[in-house]
């Protein structure tokens, strides 16, 4: 699963040729949960909620490379890494 980025101890990654909608995996310690690009909204899993907003933060500021890197995780491209929330 590659890692397309990684702040404050949250590893942000999306897995190839993955099912819809559109989404990433985020990842803080023993809490994991998978983030429609779209909406920013949980699918499946948890995180806490000051990570989770922190995540929102960082989704929403990066949306539209989180969907470029979406449609190379389709056709098995290598993503590009993105931006660290700062």
Do not use: C
Not at 28 to 56: C, F, N, Q, W
């Amino acid at each position: 699963m590659p890692e397309i980025s990684r702040f404050l101890g949250i590893i942000i990654t999306m897995y190839f040729n993955e099912h819809n909608p559109p989404h990433f995996h985020a990842r803080y310690g023993d809490h994991k949960a998978e983030i429609t690009i779209e909406t920013l909204s949980i699918i499946a899993g948890r995180l806490p909620p000051r990570v989770l907003g922190l995540v929102m933060e960082w989704g929403a500021l990066h949306r539209q490379e989180l969907m470029e890197d979406w449609e190379l995780a389709r056709q098995q491209i290598e993503l590009k890494r993105i931006a660290p929330l700062e």
